[in-house]
């Protein structure tokens, strides 16, 4: 497939909640062990991946600042919850027979190594999945706008925004039956229609430098691989 492929290098965003599966909490080992599975099928096919995860699952610092949390500590453990996150995947990806690295945007080696642009782009072109944690290293920035700047320095064709819904929609298809999917939208139309597919730091971010997102469902088994293929699964987003 690696003929077949649409993107070269991907950067890949899960979310933290999703990691949960039919828990209530913390990181399904089921659930892991699908994302892995899917994840070794791209490297196979000879796509280059990055991964950043949310943190969702264990800790959101925004939510624990409406409980009396200091902004930036509760920033900093949300980043900490996506380091646990990167080493649950990486552990998942090396039973299934694929090398992965997490490189963290604060320095805590040996957890990880400390992240740069150069080394992820080093790492990847060996073969190897490079699990970028810790969000951007500083407070008030969501991992969405992590994974857009991450994105973009590592030279990715396309954020592919994994999620538990299957793409873009009116209105929220959870709540809103009435609710329409895109196949395509444009930057500007979801300025416009203010849809909240990610914060708005993280979508200027890819506006202006021209990165496309799939968003697509992640957690039905094969979509990723999909995707890679464009196939007409999901919804994009250009300019």
């Known amino acids: 497939m690696a003929n077949e492929a649409k993107y070269h290098r991907v ?3 899960l979310s933290g909640e999703s990691l949960m599966g039919a828990r209530q909490y913390g990181i399904d080992s089921a659930r892991l062990a699908d994302y892995a599975r899917d994840i070794r099928t791209a490297v196979d096919t000879g796509v280059q ?6 943190g ?3 800790f959101r ?10 902004r930036v500590k509760g920033d900093q453990m949300g980043m900490l919850a996506t380091v646990i996150n990167s080493l ?4 998942a990806l090396a039973a299934e027979g694929v090398k992965a690295r997490v490189l963290t945007a604060i320095r805590m080696e040996p957890i990880g190594e400390f992240y740069n642009k150069w080394r992820a782009i080093e790492l990847m072109e060996q073969g190897e999945v490079v699990i970028l944690s ?8 969501t991992t969405d706008t992590g994974s857009s700047l991450r994105g973009i320095e590592i030279e990715a064709d396309a954020m592919l925004k994994g999620t538990r819904v299957d793409g873009i929609y009116t209105a929220d298809p959870e709540k809103d039956p009435t609710a329409t999917k895109f196949d395509t939208i444009t930057y500007d139309e979801i300025y416009r229609r203010n849809l909240r597919v990610m914060d708005l730091t993280a979508t200027t971010i890819c506006k202006e430098n ?10 039905t088994p094969g979509n990723l ?4 293929r464009g196939e007409r699964i999901g919804t994009v987003v250009t300019n």
């Open 56 to 58: 969702g699952n264990i």
């Open 11 to 13: 950067l890949l965003k």
């Open 49 to 54: 991946v990055a991964i950043v995860i949310g």
């Open 88 to 91: 649950a995947l990486s552990s």
């Open 225 to 228: 691989i999909k995707v890679l």
């Open 134 to 141: 810790a969000g951007t290293g500083n407070p008030y920035f």
């Open 210 to 219: 021209n990165l496309p997102i799939v968003v697509f469902d992640m957690d």
């Open 61 to 70: 610092g925004l939510s624990g600042a409406t409980q009396g949390f200091d």
